[in-house]
């Protein structure tokens, strides 16, 4: 198996740049997540790597050789698409063995192959089945086979699960997930979930208009992100986003007055804020209790059993949800107080990126 760089990749469709300079060093077994919202260039990424479409600008280099001239055959990749596009004609077997017949290759290979896929893909008892004799997830699997017996040195989806139900698409996640671990290969995933990606991935890209805005662990993009896209496209629910003016800034960290007159104190770095500028204080739904401090109005509330999520607005119209104790007394229509925890909360400046976290949080409220 194999490591991918890409190289200051760029794509233009006429006028319209869609890709900047993306530079990615992918490693060998990684599994990568692209994740982005529609039309954030993505699929176009995607097929660059895969050869069917070609970067204005840029190397795609696959375990160091430079394959960006390189025919998609000769690439040594594999990609699923999220239409399957299976043979409705053939058997399993066949549409499995496919590309294999396609090299010519021996019965005795073929089917040793195939085989070996359809057993880890648990397709064995399907193997002489049409494809419109199998369900949405069993198709896809079938899909997945046939990218499989290539043994590619990396492997590529592009939006694999999204004809899938919820139910199947949380199966399938878990499916593929081993079956990274069983082939124990390099693989990229194109996807606009962010639950795929945070549930997936070793590392995530989060792509927004064609730029890479943070290339991380799901982890490191939750407790860290580096923009404000990042942190509202990662986490669910989202991250709420409160506005606030910096009262003082030293080194001990900023004080921001916000809504309602609640002043939070939080440990980051004063680099880049002055006193009077306005800024968003980034709080995850989890990241509060019931308590002093910011006052919710409760429109509606969702019990899940273990959490209830309270959906709501601030005095002073801005949304936020938050995520409470199953058990907490709380009711629609019913204001309750939110204490947000200090070293969970972040600061975006007007530009959108954040002040970094003090590595130890040192002050509270
Ligand atoms: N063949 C093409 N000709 C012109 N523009 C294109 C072409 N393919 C893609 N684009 C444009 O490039 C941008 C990126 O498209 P791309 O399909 O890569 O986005 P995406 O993130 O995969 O979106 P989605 O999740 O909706 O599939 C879009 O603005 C799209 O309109």
Known sequence: MATLDLENICKSFGP?????????????????????????????LLRIIAGLEEATDGRIV???RDVSREDPVDRGISMVFQSYALYPHLTVFENIAFPLR?????????????NRAAEILQLTDKLTLKPGQLSGGQRQRVAIGRSIVREPKVFLFDEPLSNLDAALR?????ELSQLHRELNATMVYVTHDQVEAMTMAD??????????EQFGSPMELYHHPATKFVAGFIGQPNMNFVPGTVVEA??????????????LVLPVDRAGVSTGDAVEIGIRPEDVRLGDGLGLNIRVLERLGGVSIAHGALSDGTRFCASLDGNARIEEGVPVGLTVDPACAHVFKADGTVLRRQAAPALVA
């Not at 290759?105 to 192959?113: A, E, I, K, L, S």
């Not at 949380?170 to 878990?174: C, E, I, K, S, W």
């Open 16 to 44: 319209a740049k869609v890709l900047h300079d993306i530079d990615l060093a992918i490693r060998d077994k990684e599994f990568v997540v692209f994740v982005g919202p529609s039309g954030c260039g993505k699929s176009t």
């Open 62 to 64: 696959i375990e160091g």
């Open 102 to 114: 396609v090299q010519k290759m021996t019965q005795q290979d073929v089917n040793q192959r195939v």
């Open 170 to 174: 949380g199966d399938m996640r878990v």
């Open 203 to 212: 590392r995530i890209v989060v792509l927004n208009g064609g730029r890479v």
């Open 250 to 263: 030293n080194g001990d960290g900023v004080a921001i007055d916000t809504v309602d007159g609640a002043r």
